[in-house]
């Protein structure tokens, strides 16, 4: 599973408070995805990065920040929770030589 | 903008049906497919994926998927299923170049022992 953690698994948390999911992979991959997937909508692209302290926006960025200060760590911020955020988050690698994308095991995350 | 159709919302077969998912993409240029499964509960795992060469693609736990570039169709099958696919399916493209896949909307397979 190209070695990729997240943490944490499961988090319960009250609207307006901020919340940090964190991915970890341990085969220093370029490439790093935050993805969240609900009922209905399949996967859709919160942020990207292409490198240490690069990154850029995908299709539902609002109300997400992330940041990577190495490349092992790829963090998501919800800076105020809303139940809207309510969902399953998966973090994904890009493989160099394949262009494949490896999943992380996901954070299930319910906003109250 | 690329995008990726999968016809088959809901699929409900019995065990030693066989399967065929739909998998449409829009782009016209050199594009790299994929299939990916997600157990109940689980993560997206890779199944196939079609780079170039031999169109039919074989992948793990029996499943096959042909690519016809004339339809822009990458669809998936399985002769034989079994109640352990039980799974959605999801189907992923990629524009030569890019590095952000596109993903369908997923397939939901229920197999009844």
């Known amino acids: 599973d190209a070695g990729i953690t997240q943490s944490p698994r499961h988090k319960v948390t009250e609207t307006g408070t901020p919340v940090t999911l964190r991915c970890h992979q341990t085969e220093n991959h370029r490439y790093m995805y935050w993805y969240r997937q609900d009922p209905g909508h399949g996967l859709r692209l919160i942020h990207y990065?292409?490198?240490?302290?690069?990154?850029d926006k995908g299709e539902v960025s609002d109300g997400y920040s992330v940041s990577r200060s190495k490349t092992e760590d790829f963090l998501l911020t919800l800076e105020s929770a809303t139940s809207s955020q309510t969902s399953v988050y998966f973090c994904?690698?890009?493989?160099?030589?394949?262009?494949?994308?490896?999943f992380g095991p996901g954070t299930r995350l319910t906003v109250l | 903008a690329q995008s990726v159709s999968q016809h088959n919302h809901h699929v409900i077969l019995s065990e030693a049906a066989s399967l065929e998912l739909g998998c449409n993409y829009s782009?016209?240029?050199?594009?790299?497919l994929f299939w990916y499964v997600q157990y109940p509960g689980q993560h997206l795992q890779l199944l196939l994926k079609?780079?170039?060469?031999?169109?039919l693609v074989k992948g793990i736990k029996g499943f096959e998927a042909e690519f016809i570039k004339s339809k822009f169709s990458f669809n998936l099958r399985k002769p034989s299923v079994q109640w352990s696919d039980t799974a959605e399916y999801f189907c992923a493209a990629l524009s030569g170049g890019s590095y952000i896949p596109t993903f369908g909307r997923g397939t939901s397979l229920i197999v009844h022992p």
């Open positions: 079609y780079f170039s060469g031999d169109p």
């Open positions: 994904a690698i890009r493989t160099g030589g394949t262009d494949t994308q490896y």
């Open positions: 990065s292409y490198g240490v302290k690069d990154t």
């Open positions: 782009y016209g240029g050199t594009v790299n």
